[in-house]
């Protein structure tokens, strides 16, 4: 019987920050240059598929020379102790490089590409370009496993079922500005402790059993895995 404590996290672009991996907001809301809405959304897509498409062949050339810090790190080493759940915002593949074993991605994988015609149709890309003319077993063309903005995000049901069961929740580099990810905090019991590292601090709705530390990922979730190792253990 398992009775460890359950850990559910929720990172976003500032977990990867330290890993040379740009945020959405340090961007200045522009990626590379190009408006989010011209290469992050379905309708940009359908105007310039080449420009999407070499967008996140950029991205991933860039994560692929990216490695796991210790934000990332001290996060895996905490299912040593605890049951952890890693819910994340990042497309980057730095939580399951540092050893976490569960991990949902909210927004999609930037290492998988996926069928226009038939959306289970999921193919791994590993360290490949995904170009016009690459096609799905059923011929059409192939896409970024990405959630783009407008789009549905399916895998959220599966984070709230989660923290609805949460003892724990730590949030850790989000500035919490997307939904519905930023709202999986609602889902988890207002008793429950909420850890929020981020060194620019999210504006976020007041609530009971909220501790703040205001620093980067990777000192603060030192911090937090060790105040949960002596209150727990
Ligand atoms: C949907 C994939 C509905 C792409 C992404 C008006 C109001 C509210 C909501 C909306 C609105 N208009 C539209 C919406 C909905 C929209 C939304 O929320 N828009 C926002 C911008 C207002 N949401 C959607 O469209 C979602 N879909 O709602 O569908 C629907 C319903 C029915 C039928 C059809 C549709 C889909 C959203 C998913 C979009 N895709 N990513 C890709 O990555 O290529 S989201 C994008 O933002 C990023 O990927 C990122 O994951 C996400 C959130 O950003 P953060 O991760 O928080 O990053 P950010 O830079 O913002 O913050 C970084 C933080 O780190 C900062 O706080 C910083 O201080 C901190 N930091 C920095 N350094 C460090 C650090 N922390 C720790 N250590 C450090 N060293």
Same mark, same amino acid.
């Given at each position: 019987m398992?009775?460890?404590?359950?850990?559910?996290?929720?990172?976003?672009?500032?977990?990867?920050? @330290?890993?040379? =991996?740009?945020?959405?907001?340090?961007? $200045?809301?522009?990626?590379?240059? /190009?408006? +989010?809405?011209?290469?992050?959304?379905?309708?940009?897509?359908?105007?310039?598929?080449?420009?999407?498409?070499?967008?996140?062949?950029?991205?991933?050339?860039?994560?692929?020379t990216a490695k796991p810090n210790q934000g990332h790190i001290g996060l895996a080493t905490l299912e040593k102790d605890f049951e952890v759940v890693i819910v994340t915002q990042n497309v980057d593949n730095l939580h399951e490089r540092a050893g976490s074993s569960n991990v949902i991605h909210l927004h999609g994988e930037l290492f998988k590409s996926r069928s226009t015609v038939d959306e289970n149709l999921v193919y791994e890309i590993d360290?490949? @370009?995904?170009? =016009?003319?690459?096609?799905?077993?059923? $011929?059409?063309?192939?896409?970024? /496993?990405? +959630?783009?903005?407008?789009e549905m995000v399916?895998?959220?049901?599966?984070?709230?079922?989660?923290?609805?069961?949460?003892?724990?929740?730590?949030?850790?580099?989000?500035?919490?500005?997307?939904y519905p990810a930023a709202g999986l905090i609602d889902y988890v019991g207002s008793e429950i402790p909420k850890f929020i590292i981020d060194p620019n601090m999210p504006s976020i709705y007041p609530r009971s059993e909220l501790f703040l530390f205001e620093e980067n990922g990777s000192t603060g979730v030192k911090k937090v895995a060790d105040i949960l190792r002596k209150i727990y253990l």
């Amino acid at each position: 019987m398992n009775n460890k404590k359950k850990i559910v996290v929720l990172t976003g672009a500032g977990v990867s920050a @330290e890993s040379g =991996i740009k945020t959405f907001r340090d961007a $200045g809301g522009l990626w590379e240059g /190009h408006d +989010v809405m011209e290469v992050a959304s379905f309708d940009g897509w359908l105007r310039n598929k080449e420009l999407v498409l070499d967008f996140y062949n950029q991205r991933r050339k860039q994560a692929l020379t990216a490695k796991p810090n210790q934000g990332h790190i001290g996060l895996a080493t905490l299912e040593k102790d605890f049951e952890v759940v890693i819910v994340t915002q990042n497309v980057d593949n730095l939580h399951e490089r540092a050893g976490s074993s569960n991990v949902i991605h909210l927004h999609g994988e930037l290492f998988k590409s996926r069928s226009t015609v038939d959306e289970n149709l999921v193919y791994e890309i590993d360290d490949g @370009e995904v170009n =016009i003319g690459d096609h799905c077993e059923k $011929g059409s063309q192939l896409r970024p /496993h990405i +959630v783009w903005f407008g789009e549905m995000v399916p895998m959220m049901v599966v984070a709230a079922r989660e923290a609805v069961s949460a003892d724990i929740f730590i949030v850790v580099g989000t500035s919490l500005a997307v939904y519905p990810a930023a709202g999986l905090i609602d889902y988890v019991g207002s008793e429950i402790p909420k850890f929020i590292i981020d060194p620019n601090m999210p504006s976020i709705y007041p609530r009971s059993e909220l501790f703040l530390f205001e620093e980067n990922g990777s000192t603060g979730v030192k911090k937090v895995a060790d105040i949960l190792r002596k209150i727990y253990l």
